[in-house]
């Protein structure tokens, strides 16, 4: 019973790839011994096999059965030992079916893909805005990297999390950045002085410009006078955090339903949206882009970042045109021939 009981624990504390070896290996071993005892009653080495197989599983179908002494002395041996061991290898498997749920909820593993969104720094702007990843894109991915011990949205499929420090190389390339399509960095607002917390974001932006520097990074910048020190490591995009709140804020209460037609704008949850539209080569002009789209259902809004387009209506669209309109999502797939 004590050797019994030592080599129950010995064999727990085995590697899983070792007891993956001594599995095969058994296996294989039994079931030459088993063709060796009967060969009559097996045929070949692969009916031998199947038999260890189904006895080591406890399925019994009965169409092969030891029939002399040496193999039933044999078959008792497999109950012993070779149930026992499958019993070891199942329990590893949900060991590490477990580990790796746990690895998960921790952050611990890397992320293995491409094209994804990256969420730096947790707070209730992440959580919005993994919300609307998901809805422009259901099936998309995204790696939220922050310095917390738990995933905190574990229950996405889609969301993928990764803990440590995000201006580390090692968190970035567990977070997969060289093939993200793009990084968000957010403020932390664990931070209470507002300086610091736009000093971590740049600390951040200048890492993820020198380990992916073709990824667009967006920051969210709290301080107005710390925008020119972003522009110095080439993020692409900067959002004043207190800016845009005030200014809507100021907006909804000096000119009612103006907030609305912005909330409906920056969102694609409901109404209407902005979407980059195809240059039509036959379009010479800005006013022929205008009323092909207009016939479409279509509302073209600006020409990348220059919304007074609609005021030069002649002019002829340039080769390095981004043309933005205002439709629905059926109207823009209609018009890009993408599929809903």
Known sequence: MHFLLRLSTLMVRIRKRTVALITLIFVGASAT???LLEPGTFGNWFNSFYWVLTTMATVGYGDFFAKTVLGKIFTIFLYIFGIGLLSLVIGKVIDTI?????????GKLSFVGKGHVILINWNKKAEAAVEE???YAPDGHIVIIDESERHPMEALRQVHFVSGDPSSDEVLTKAGISGARAAIIFGDARI???????GKSL?????IERVAPHVHTTVEVMQEKNVKNFRHVQ?????????AISRLAVRAALQEGNSEVIAQLISRS????????PVDRSW?????????????GATLLSDRGDLGINRRLDEPIPKEARLYAVSDKETYCRISGRRL
């Not at 477990?98 to 921790?106: F, L, S």
């Not at 209470?192 to 736009?198: F, Y």
């Not at 409901?270 to 539209?277: N, Q, T, W």
Request: net charge negative; aromatic share 8%; no cysteine.
């Open 133 to 135: 990843i998901l809805s």
């Open 33 to 35: 011994v088993a063709f």
């Open 270 to 277: 409901h109404g209407d949206d902005i979407y980059e539209v």
């Open 235 to 243: 993020v692409n995009e900067f959002v004043l955090s207190h800016d």
């Open 203 to 207: 600390l951040i932006a200048s890492s």
């Open 192 to 198: 209470d002085e507002t300086p610091l917390v736009d």
């Open 284 to 296: 010479a002009t800005y006013g022929d882009a205008f009323q092909a789209l207009l016939r479409q």
């Open 98 to 106: 477990a580990e790796i749920g746990r690895q998960r909820r921790a």
